[in-house]
């Protein structure tokens, strides 16, 4: 894959570049702030972008602000955020567009690189990966007209494993149950949520979408 690193911390990104490279990945570009984030995803149109949240030179919120201006300028294209902070608001921007290629991890929890690598090229196919305090914490700002009033306590776990980026059969393992009934519940979601027959992978995007902003 093709990848851009946009994090301020010189060592980290430089560990980020080398481990990618080691990996068998072509690291385009690697800077450190916003500005530099969103010309390289203009100019080079990577496979996908690994961003943190706080650069400068406020150290707020620059990294996200700047995914979301090169979804924006280039749609579609995908984007691991890696951070040690959850910024809800704008992660529910980088999210609004249902195209899929989303990522948002925390720095502090990645505790296995192989995961790492395999969540890396699921966002770069069009997937969704997020850690589960990132999960939480877009949840709790779920709006009254709850789409998913209608699934039942099993389905609503099943579709926050989705939300996590876990395939039918890790969910099976997780609750350990058969992966067909983890394939029963997947199906019910999307009947109950009105997705009708399309790509999977888009189908569950989309019931992850559902999930985080209802």
Do not use: C, W
Request: proline content about 5%; aromatic content about 4%.
């Amino acid at each position: 894959m093709r990848v851009v690193i946009a994090d301020d911390a010189v060592l980290l990104r430089e560990g980020l570049v080398r481990l990618l490279v080691e990996s068998g990945h072509d690291v385009v570009a690697a800077v450190g702030d916003g500005p530099s984030l969103v010309t390289s995803v203009l100019e080079h149109k990577p496979d996908i972008s690994i961003v943190d949240v706080r650069m400068p030179p406020s150290h707020t919120d620059e990294g996200l602000r700047a995914a979301v201006e090169a979804r924006g300028k280039v749609p579609g294209t995908p984007v691991l955020v890696l951070s040690q902070y959850v910024e809800v608001s704008y992660a529910d921007d980088l999210l609004a567009d249902g195209k899929g290629g989303i990522g948002y991890l925390l720095k502090d929890r990645v505790s296995d690189v192989a995961d790492f690598l395999d969540g890396l090229a699921r966002v770069a196919g069009g997937g969704t990966v997020l850690d589960p305090e990132v999960v939480a914490q877009l949840f709790a700002r779920r709006r009254r007209g709850d789409p998913l009033r209608s699934l039942t306590a099993r389905e609503r776990e099943v579709l926050g494993l989705m939300a996590e980026g876990r395939s039918n059969t890790a969910i099976a393992r997780h609750l350990v149950v058969t992966e067909g009934a983890v394939e029963k519940h997947v199906r019910n979601i999307f009947t109950k949520l009105d997705l009708p027959p399309d790509d999977e992978q888009h189908r569950r995007v989309l019931a992850v979408l559902a999930y985080l902003k209802g």
